[in-house]
């Protein structure tokens, strides 16, 4: 194919702290402003995630926020589900204690609880000293953090944080059909997700070819691409979620950057 000048995307500036505030809270304002648009229907409808309902999904997301300022409670669930759950592995496990410690709250409040704790853990996040969030390892409590780009607390508070939310915002918009508004805190999410991508990328050259308010162009890899991809940008991010994709990924070239492509997976 013919040669690109593409950045490459390992060049995509990881999200510093002070961005990170500002995209993370974006993502809250976006991820409310949806839920309370629902009706009393959607909260039964099923999700991406298996076996979760828009309601338990909500109920998830709030102990999620919930466990920043008070990482105790994230022990207890990890303990408690080594118990309940022992099918499951240490993340899986915990994320269904989540759910279970409000599952008989109606969605209404769980939408006051998100308001409520999703602010202090945002905060609680900030006040941790960045020495602190840069040796305090997220896999000391899920041995699954060992697959991240980064194990470190800075990089579960400047990009994951945001990332799961909006994650789930995109299964909250496929669950109902709820619109999914974009802006430029989108696309800074989504630029992580391909910069995580960039990093553990060992196929070919592949030029990314991204659409939408979240998109962009850039380079897989080292050298002239074997292949380009057309995607939506969200669709992408589905798919490298594990995720049922809603549109097409085109790719055009050498077969075994589609191979590579599809086998691709960054952790949300």
């Known amino acids: 194919m013919a040669t690109t000048t593409t950045p490459s995307a390992r060049a995509i500036p990881r ?6 505030r500002l995209v993370n809270e974006a993502e809250l304002r976006a991820t409310l ?10 909260w039964r409808r099923p999700t991406a995630c298996t076996g979760w309902t828009v309601r338990d999904m909500l109920a998830h997301t709030v102990g999620q926020y919930e466990e920043l300022p008070r990482p105790w409670v994230a022990v207890r669930r990890i303990r408690r589900a080594a118990r309940t759950h022992p099918d499951l592995g240490p ?7 989540q759910i279970e410690d409000r599952k008989a709250v109606p969605g209404r409040e769980l939408i006051g609880a998100l308001a409520h704790f999703a602010p202090q853990g945002l905060i609680a996040l900030r006040r941790v000293p960045a020495p602190v969030r840069r040796r305090v390892r997220p896999s000391w409590l899920y041995p699954e953090a060992k697959a991240l780009a980064e194990d470190s607390m800075d990089h579960l508070g400047n990009v994951l944080v945001a990332r799961d939310t909006w994650m789930h915002r995109v299964d909250l918009s496929d669950a109902t059909g709820a619109e999914l508004v974009l802006d ?6 989504v630029d992580q997700v391909v910069l995580d991508l960039a990093l553990s990328w060992t ?3 592949v030029e990314t070819d991204l659409h939408g308010p979240a998109g962009g162009r850039r380079l897989l890899g080292i050298g002239t691409p074997a292949a380009i991809l057309h995607a939506d940008a969200v669709d992408f991010a589905r798919h490298l979620s594990g995720r049922p994709v809603r549109g097409s990924l085109e790719l055009e070239g050498e077969p075994g950057a589609r191979a590579a492509l599809m086998a691709a997976r960054v952790v949300f």
Do not use: Q
């Open 203 to 205: 196929g070919p050259a």
């Open 33 to 42: 402003s949806t839920f309370r648009e629902l009706s009393d229907e959607d």
């Open 15 to 20: 999200t510093s702290g002070v961005r990170a």
């Open 91 to 97: 993340l899986d496990g915990h994320n269904e204690a």
């Open 184 to 189: 430029g805190h989108d696309r800074e999410i």
